[in-house]
């Protein structure tokens, strides 16, 4: 089966004024909502203490707030998670009260008034030292890796490609990071490795159109760069779509079954494949296309003396 | 045309045959088991062994085998249930003095074993179990050596009869400490100067002349600080270790994590509780003379304690003034147990001295019969606590006496200490001893405990996801790619193994975001073989024969496929450098899986593909 019978000749590039606004909206979009609403950061970069606990029967989520509100936890945040049997309880680290205890004594107050079991399912503390701490690496580790990036492919291609994809990568990386903040997705530190996964993987797309942009300069005589450009974009086209559609697949394998802790990370990688594929198509090219990539830079260069080296 | 040399094939061959045979071990499952293993003072050998083996036969629990390795007796069961009781009849029969530990033996068969090869190792989130992260508190550590010159001054300056007014710690605006002395006359001070300065070459001792008097000021050089601090860390991860040897924990990992910090964690352990009072704590002994002639409750009252005294809360209630020094400390304590006062029916604690310990503990006891002792519980605490939303590290220090009594007789190796309030406080204490006191502090700054249930579940969905995922991918490759796409599907099988294989090798620890990284990969492998397969499809468009389509489509698309492969990886190893824990489980896959996936997909798919088309006339290509 194919998806197109024949090489494609769509005109990507005409409609990059478009492509550039859309993804400018999205953009001032999402830094408004990451300016005003900010990110929901979960219990990793807060600090705080999350007990998940499985009941044996269902549970009246009244219930348990009062026995914690007597027990002196009057700000723990109470949910059903997953089924009605299992509750979710969050209480944000608190002033001047020591917080490495919270678990043991939450899970006492609890016992105290159910008959039955409780299942300890999981426990997570973290102190603020620490959160403060995996909020900075995190912020480091995703500079890093952009810069890394920028390096290796000024190295392998030409800056005009480097400042076109890295563009491309912040582009994905703010529209994924404002789709979690305009809907308060959970932001726990799955998600920022989903991120620099996304990071990855959208370079990936680039890396291929760049790639074969480069090959058809050197190679073809005629046309235009925006033709050279668009050419390139539909001869990876099939290809571009094809992996986004694999990778979307397992990643909606994960989603579905994959269990609740892991739907923040699938979450994110799926939001940043689908940006990705665009922006491979759109942003990457427009911005080297925009800085004024020309044949004439990407022919290889003919070092002096480089013919000399065959003769014996 | 389209040819692979033999050694290629034959590369092949031998990395699927070994991925397989190291892959393998996953498939069996695992046996509940109980690990025996000795604490400092004893030893597992033979005998130990045949004592199980007639423990378990007497109260009749079924066991499959029992085998002595590594000096540790590894006993395997039909159930858990069984497992349970074992763990009781072997704990109670054997005794203290060793370490009885329920675990989870993979049942890997000898001849896999005998050529290492082992299950992956699964991490905390898959397997159940808490992950502590510990901070020491170093500057106590500084603190307490402080604490300590200030004794060993006094006993000093004593007994070469110089004369000084005050001993005490100091900290100056800057906030650097130190020990301080006060003299009356400068004759005084420049003595001990000298005597200080003989007895401690490591001290930094300054005179210092101000208002009120003559003082001598000595703080630990910058280089002694970093020792005392590194020491510190050091005793408190071995002191760590004990007591986890203590809890009964099998594969406990305890390692130190930056300058200050120390990560423990214990796998399938539930009763965190009790995990966190028994590490985190950090009680210990002293024992000090009492003092008979003056009033405590007075000197309570009034705050004035009089010279060479300090003032005592006892643990019923009131207060005690107890002598400056100090008899003996918790340090020399090599035995700990506990048990019931024959005469007042309370909880004890029995303790054994070491040689020193209790050669001291003779001789001050020996000049001292008739006079009462008091035992000093002493537990230090440190704790973050968030003012104005800044994280404030707060220190403070409980010390009780819990016993006093007459000091009947010479005391020496072994003697008994009451007064507590529960048995089991008793047994904790006993533990605590034995498995020694923290140099410093510690605070728990992280705990992420995962339940068993909960464990099992992110197993099933793991591999459930995998499962469909994988299965998705293959179905599409072969509707899509038909014949290439079949074999796409080898490679993208053969790429799984591979990966199984080399994290069973590695045994690096296998997370739930690992398992994410996995599946990830199986999505992201069949890119290098979809960027073949297109251009392979370009070229047959172009006109070109499909053998030489092949050639031309897999020259064409390797470049690309490296290119794009090496961006991920820079992407998967900064995530490596930067994550803690299960973040690094994503990264070890995600860069294994990336790895794995280039030599499947170009080398394993090509050779299959020169099989199927190579050096014959081929019309058509199934593509």
């Keep these: 089966m194919q998806l197109f019978k024949k090489t494609t000749t769509f005109d990507f590039m005409s409609k990059r004024t478009l492509a550039v606004t859309f993804s400018a909206l999205l953009i001032l979009i999402s830094i408004g909502s990451l300016a005003t609403r900010g990110l929901n950061f979960g219990l990793d970069f807060t600090g705080g203490t999350l007990i998940e606990l499985g009941y044996s029967h269902p549970v009246d989520l009244r219930v348990v707030r009062s026995t914690l509100e007597k027990s002196g936890f009057p700000e723990a945040v109470v949910q059903h998670f997953g089924a009605s049997k299992d509750i979710l309880i969050r209480i944000a680290p608190q002033e001047g009260k020591s917080n490495a205890e919270v678990s043991s004594r939450v899970m006492t107050a609890l016992r105290s008034v159910e008959d039955g079991e409780i299942d300890m399912r999981r426990v997570e503390f973290v102190g603020p030292q620490v959160g403060d701490e995996l909020a900075n690496d995190g912020g480091l580790a995703m500079i890093y890796a952009l810069i890394c990036i920028l390096i290796y492919v000024g190295f392998r291609f030409e800056y005009r490609f480097a400042i076109g994809s890295v563009a491309a990568l912040i582009h994905d990386v703010i529209i994924t990071l404002g789709v979690f903040s305009l809907f308060q997705l959970d932001f726990d530190l799955t998600v920022l490795a989903a991120i620099l996964a996304v990071i990855g993987y959208s370079l990936n797309d680039t890396i291929v159109v760049f790639d074969r942009i480069r090959e058809n300069f050197r190679k073809m005589r005629k046309g235009t760069s925006v033709d050279i450009v668009n050419a390139s974009l539909n001869q990876t086209l099939s290809r571009t779509l094809m992996t986004s559609f694999t990778t979307l697949l397992v990643l909606i394998a994960l989603f579905v079954v994959g269990g609740e802790l892991i739907h923040g990370f699938a979450t994110a990688l799926i939001i940043g494949v689908v940006v990705g594929t665009y922006s491979s198509i759109y942003v990457a090219s427009s911005s080297a296309l925009l800085l004024g990539i020309s044949k004439e830079d990407l022919m290889p260069v003919v070092k002096e003396g480089d013919d000399l080296e065959h003769i014996p | 045309m389209n040819q692979y040399p033999a050694w290629k094939y034959l590369l092949l061959l031998v990395v699927l045959v070994v991925s397989i045979l190291y892959a393998l071990p996953n498939l069996y499952g695992e046996d509940p088991a109980l690990q025996v293993s000795s604490s400092r003072t004893t030893a597992v050998d033979i005998s130990t062994k045949e004592k199980v083996r007639k423990l378990l036969q007497d109260a009749n629990v079924s066991f499959k085998s029992i085998v002595l390795a590594n000096e540790q007796i590894l006993v395997r069961f039909p159930d858990t249930e069984s497992q349970l009781k074992a763990k009781d009849v072997v704990k109670e029969g054997l005794g203290r003095g060793y370490i009885v530990a329920l675990n989870l033996a993979p049942r890997t068969p000898e001849w896999l074993r005998a050529m290492d090869a082992a299950p992956m190792y699964l991490g905390l989130d898959l397997r159940g179990g808490v992950h502590f992260l510990m901070e020491v ?293 006993a533990l605590l001893l034995r498995a020694g006191a923290l140099a410093a502090p510690i605070e728990i700054v992280e705990e992420r405990t995962i339940g068993p249930s909960l464990g099992q579940e992110n197993i099933d969905q793991g591999f459930a996801s995998v499962v469909i995922g994988f299965v998705l991918v293959l179905v599409f490759m072969a509707i899509w790619y038909r014949g290439f796409g079949l074999i796409a599907d080898l ?60 050639n031309s489509g897999y020259a064409k698309a390797f470049s690309t496929i490296a290119d794009a492969n090496i961006t991920t990886l820079i992407a998967a190893v900064i995530l490596f450098g930067f994550g803690t824990g299960p973040i690094k489980g994503f990264a070890i896959t995600l860069s294994i899986g990336i790895l794995t996936s280039m030599f499947t997909a170009i080398m394993g798919t090509r050779a299959v593909v020169n099989l199927v088309y190579g050096n014959r006339r081929v019309e058509k290509l199934s593509i």
């Design chain 2, 137 to 429: 508190d170093v500057d106590a550590a500084v603190h307490q050596a402080e604490e300590r010159y200030i004794g060993d001054f006094r006993s000093l300056l004593r007994e070469n009869k110089v004369r000084y007014a005050k001993i005490s710690r100091f900290v100056d605006k800057n906030g650097d400490s130190g020990v301080e002395v006060k003299f009356k006359s400068a004759e005084a001070r420049d003595k001990a100067e000298r005597l200080l300065d003989k007895e401690y070459p490591d001290l930094l001792i300054e005179a210092d002349d101000r208002e009120g008097g003559f003082f001598l000021l000595a703080r630990l050089s910058e280089k002694e600080m970093r020792e005392t601090r590194k020491l510190a860390l050091k005793q408190n991860i071995t002191t760590l270790r004990n007591r986890v040897n203590e809890l009964g924990v099998a594969e406990p990992v305890i390692q130190q994590q930056g300058e200050d910090r120390i990560v423990v964690q214990l796998p399938g352990v539930q009763d965190t509780a009790r995990a966190k009072e028994i590490l985190g704590a950090t009680a210990t002994l002293e024992f000090r003379l009492t003092d008979e002639t003056h009033d405590a409750d007075e000197a309570a009252r009034t705050g004035r304690v009089p010279a060479g005294l300090k003032l005592y809360p006892k643990r019923e209630g009131g207060y005690v003034l107890l002598k400056n020094r100090v008899m003996l400390t918790g340090d020399y304590i090599i035995d700990a147990s506990s048990g019931i006062d024959q005469q007042s029916g309370g909880p004890a604690v029995y303790i054994t001295l070491d040689g020193k310990g209790a050669k001291i503990f003779s001789k001050v006891t020996g000049e001292n019969v008739k006079k009462l002792m008091s035992v000093v519980f002493i537990e230090k605490k440190t704790e973050t606590r968030m003012v104005d939303g800044k994280p404030v590290k707060t220190r403070h220090t409980v010390e009780e006496v819990i016993n006093t009594a007459r000091i009947q007789e010479q005391l020496s190796k072994r003697f008994q200490i009451t007064g507590l309030d529960s048995t089991k406080e008793a047994h904790n204490l």
């Design chain 2, 491 to 550: 490679a993208l099988a053969f790429n799984l193994v591979v990966i199984v294989a080399v994290l069973s090798m590695l045994q690096a620890t296998l997370t739930l975001p690992g398992i994410a990284g996995i599946v990830l990969t199986v999505g992201m492998a069949v890119d290098a073989n979809v960027l073949i397969f297109e251009r392979i499809r370009e070229e047959l468009r172009n006109g070109v024969s499909p053998q030489a389509a092949i």
